[in-house]
């Protein structure tokens, strides 16, 4: 059955990546790779539902890399529905749209690659929680979301300049006057870290000014390398969680 399967990968990516690549980088090697990736990230957050990274980064070599051309989105797209049928075989579950892009690595020889992947929230419907923002690099309005909670919008509270928290090098833009983070679903930003609680911690619009609070995590949340309750963060804060950082920051991003 093993067999069957990595055959079934290797046809459905073999053609295009035959086309882009002269090294001893296979197509089904990365294929491959992409399915353990998912596999080993994947977290059951509930009974009968497993939550998957839904997107993946493959870096390689600067040869490999210069190589695909015009052939990235291509390969992409392939290798997207490659994870998204052995995601649907394992019945695992995304918070929003699979993508699989390249980046090119100068630590990295030819014919060797690696994979990383992320969790990444997608666009939310209106009538869905007030909270649920979709997450773009994009500049957003500071504070054009409604209120807290489930109940009707409140009026916006004033915010910061175009605030935002990084991590992991990815942009998620605060435009709610409560943000929720943590590892799960109904987080406003999801982290893919094992010590990290559901709801781990919020950052709220109080008054022109951005708080950081814990919300009864196991593990804590510090700001700036101190244990807090509740703290003020500003421009280049850092908000640790388990074992990811979440950096603050005001203005263009």
Known sequence: MFDRMEKGIERAVNGAFAKAFRSEVQPV??????????????TVVARGRTLAPNTFVVELGEGDFSRLGEWQDTLGDELRDVVAEHAGNQEYSFVGPITVRFEEAQDLDTGLFRVRSTTTRGTRPQAQHPQQQALSRA???????????????????????????????????????????????????????????????????????????????????????????????????????????????FGSW
């Not at 090697?29 to 994947?42: G, K, P, T, V």
């Not at 409604?146 to 919008?153: R, S």
């Open 139 to 249: 500049p957003q309005p500071a504070y054009e979301a409604p209120g807290q909670g489930y109940g009707q919008p409140q009026a916006p509270t004033p915010a910061p300049d175009h605030p935002a928290l990084v991590v992991d090098g990815r942009v998620y833009p605060i435009t709610a006057s409560v943000t929720v983070i943590g590892r799960g679903t109904e987080a406003d930003v999801i982290v893919d870290d094992i010590g990290v609680s559901r709801r781990h911690a919020e950052v709220r619009v109080e008054g022109g000014h951005l708080i950081a609070a814990d919300l009864g995590s196991t593990n804590g949340t510090f700001v700036d390398g101190e244990r807090i309750t509740t703290a003020e963060v500003v421009d280049g804060s850092q908000i640790k969680i388990g074992r990811s950082t979440l950096v603050v920051r």
């Open 29 to 42: 090697e990365i294929a491959s790779a992409l399915r353990r990736e998912i596999d080993d990230r994947a």
